[in-house]
């Protein structure tokens, strides 16, 4: 089973700019796609991007695209989120999961939370 932690989470200004990484102390991962999703005070949890963990293709949620870069290093079992030009309405806390089956798009198709990171946006 996969253990996952998030870490690089912080405060940062409109515009700024942090990496999320997302360490599996667990066994390797062998699954379809690992992910990070978020969840904003008041909202639902949303998906925001994942990577197929076999050959590291990629998918975004629409309002990240071109802002966010999600890789892995296969071989240390560790995910990465770097995220530019950060917005108010990037402020969550942020979870990394697995998920077994495709498309790996949708929160429902996650398991194996981390304890997540918190991201905060300000002016």
């Known amino acids: 089973q996969v253990q996952l932690a998030e870490s690089g989470g912080g405060l940062v200004q409109i515009g700024g700019s942090l990496r999320l990484s997302c360490a599996n102390s667990g066994r390797p991962f062998r699954g379809y796609a690992m992910g990070w999703l978020r969840q904003a005070p008041g909202k639902e949890r949303e998906f925001v991007a994942a990577i197929s963990w076999s050959s590291g293709n990629t998918y975004y949620e629409e309002s990240v695209k071109g802002r966010f870069t999600i890789s892995r290093d296969y071989a240390k079992n560790t995910m990465f989120l770097q995220m530019n030009n950060l917005k108010p309405e990037d402020t969550a806390v942020y979870y990394c999961?697995?998920?077994?089956?495709?498309?790996?798009?949708?929160?429902?198709?996650?398991?194996?939370w981390g304890q997540g990171t918190q991201v905060t946006v300000s002016s």
């Open positions: 999961a697995v998920a077994f089956d495709p498309p790996a798009t949708k929160t429902g198709d996650y398991e194996s």
